[in-house]
């Protein structure tokens, strides 16, 4: 079992910045090979927004080329978005994957619970 803990959301004026921090834990990870960040507006699809692989390389989403920025502490399994210049379609939920393996048998592919991000004009 894997347990994803995420916070850093809120509300935010249009410009301003946020992070979001995702903290993976349970006794069975033995690594950790992608982490990302998705979000889902209300009445639209959830969308890829960011993700990092276990050697450092990134993707991103057009819409936030530039101005968002995802990293990882892999001594504390945590991945991190940084979002700066934030704009009102940036409003949605956030969710945190991780895909990685356990210690003995298997992968996991884990979600957070989401968290709300609203930017007002």
């Known amino acids: 079992q894997v347990q994803l803990v995420e916070s850093g959301g809120g509300l935010v004026q249009a410009g301003g910045s946020l992070r979001l921090s995702c903290t993976a834990s349970?006794?069975?990870?033995?690594?950790?090979?992608?982490m990302a960040w998705y979000r889902q507006a209300p009445g639209k699809e959830r969308e890829l927004v960011a993700r990092?692989?276990?050697?450092?390389?990134?993707n991103y989403a057009d819409f936030v080329k530039g101005r968002f920025t995802i990293s990882r502490d892999n001594a504390k399994n945590t991945v991190y978005l940084q979002m700066n210049s934030l704009k009102p379609e940036d409003s949605a939920v956030y969710y945190c994957?991780?895909?990685?393996?356990?210690?003995?048998?298997?992968?996991?592919?884990?979600w957070g619970q989401g968290i709300q991000v609203t930017v007002s004009s």
């Open positions: 994957n991780i895909y990685g393996k356990f210690i003995f048998m298997g992968n996991f592919d884990s």
């Open positions: 349970g006794s069975s990870i033995d690594s950790i090979n992608v």
């Open positions: 990092i692989f276990d050697g450092g390389s990134t």
